[in-house]
């Protein structure tokens, strides 16, 4: 059984800084492409940042120097280090994985949720002014 977890989220003001996590459990997680997604209320799944399992890294440009996607692998873990957070950064963030998605070659930006299959239950991410 696939398992995500996050944690991380909370609130901060404008200009600060949080960094999520993710646990991996069920899967060989060095196969694995992970991704960062946002969805804020009323609006659609927002791919944030991607991973692939050969290290290729791909960014929203709405996030490009101010988020950093890492991952541990010894222990399945999935990081997002968010800084210089703006209040439109503000929403829930899902950690998302799937085997047979990658990314060299394919994606310029992050892929749609429609190509992950496993997802967490998201944590909230606050900012305010």
């Known amino acids: 059984q696939v398992q995500l977890m996050e944690s991380g989220g909370g609130s901060v003001q404008s200009g600060g800084s949080l960094t999520l996590s993710c646990t991996a459990s069920?899967?060989?997680?060095?196969?694995?492409?992970m991704a960062w997604f946002r969805q804020a209320p009323g609006k659609g799944r927002e791919g944030v940042a991607v991973?692939?399992?050969?290290?290729?890294?791909i960014y929203a440009d709405s996030v490009k120097g101010r988020f950093t996607i890492s991952q541990d692998n010894a222990t399945s873990t999935l990081y997002l280090q968010m800084n210089s957070l703006k209040p439109e950064d503000s929403a829930m963030y899902y950690c998302?994985?799937?085997?047979?998605?990658?990314?060299?070659?394919?994606?310029?930006?992050?892929?749609?949720?429609?190509?992950?299959?496993?997802w967490g239950q998201g944590t909230q991410v606050t900012v305010s002014l």
């Open positions: 998302a994985t799937d085997y047979l998605t990658r990314l060299r070659g394919k994606f310029t930006s992050p892929p749609s949720a429609e190509w992950f299959v496993y």
């Open positions: 069920g899967i060989a997680y060095s196969n694995y492409c």
């Open positions: 991973i692939d399992s050969d290290g290729t890294i």
